[in-house]
């Protein structure tokens, strides 16, 4: 069992940034990061092999926001700039200890997240304009 506990959600004005870090508490090949906005659907923010770093965005994040990983500290990071008001959000970081880079990737797909085995207990963003 691989526990997850997100950090560094807060409230920032349009145009700011923020860093979403996950610690974990052990090693896992697919990480991500999954955000869910009042009344709205679950969508898939940013993922990653944690393998060999193939990483996968979802449209309306891509060239605002990254995603990278410490390894050696088992810690997932979200950087987050630009930041629109549709970006508010409870943002939450998930795993899973399959070590298979297409897998992992269609985790952002809808639902896909659904087959990620661990999740934390999220960070709330809340972006004003």
């Known amino acids: 069992q691989v526990q997850l506990t997100e950090s560094g959600g807060g409230s920032v004005q349009a145009g700011g940034s923020l860093r979403l870090s996950c610690a974990a508490s052990?090693?896992?090949?697919?990480m991500g990061w999954f955000r869910q906005a009042p009344g709205k659907e679950r969508e898939g923010v940013a993922i990653?092999?944690?393998?060999?770093?193939?990483?996968r965005y979802a449209d309306s994040v891509k060239g605002r926001f990254t995603i990278s990983q410490d390894r050696a500290k088992n810690i997932l990071y979200l950087q987050m700039n630009s930041l629109k008001p549709e970006d508010t959000a409870m943002y939450y970081c998930?795993?899973?200890?399959?070590?298979?880079?297409?897998?992992?990737?269609?985790?952002?797909?809808?639902?896909?997240?659904?087959?990620?085995?661990?999740w934390g207990k999220g960070t709330l963003v809340t972006i004003s304009s």
């Open positions: 998930a795993a899973d200890p399959t070590d298979h880079r297409w897998w992992c990737t269609q985790r952002l797909n809808p639902g896909g997240g659904d087959a990620l085995d661990y």
């Open positions: 052990g090693n896992t090949s697919c």
């Open positions: 990653m092999h944690a393998t060999d770093g193939t990483t």
